[in-house]
């Protein structure tokens, strides 16, 4: 093969999901199959990478400076979803049965895989907690030592003065499965019955 069909099969190897065969198949696919696709798809990929960024609040994918979460002024702001990752908040949002604004963490603490509290999106929750708009934060994290890790940090680091009710969400969830692998029925249950966390 050419260096620039290996190229892009390397770049579609990184790709989750996309082993050798299928990275292979897609460049095959794309370069000598269907190259009338390519045009569209270079600039699908480069008005994304343009336009595409975190949401200064939540961590949400974005357009703008907030995402369409956030900037809905029919959601509920004292009302504060933690969640790992933005497919657990899409999860969330196709149960249809919460109301109030997410924030997405991007990962859970993990010291064996050397994630830390800095590589994590605290900083900005911490930022909405000291705005004083928040007053229910409902912990969306996986059920197990990592996530009650992340849990435990997070209500460590909340200002004491603050009359805050935070409540965990996980315990009809499969142990060690996060939101994302649940159905809607399971996590509008697992909404309903979230249960205050301590
Ligand atoms: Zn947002």
Known sequence: MTPAFEH????????????????ERIALSLLVEKPERLPALVKALEGAARSVRRCSRCGNLAEAELCPLCADERRDRSLVCVVEQVPDLVALERSGAYRGVYHVLHGKLSPIHGVAPEDLNFSTLFTRFAAGEVKELILALSNDVEGEATCHYLTSQLPADQAVAISRIGFGLPSGGGVLYADSVTLKSALDGRRTYS
């Open 8 to 23: 892009l099969q390397q770049q579609l190897k990184q790709l989750p999901g996309v082993g050798y065969r299928s990275a």
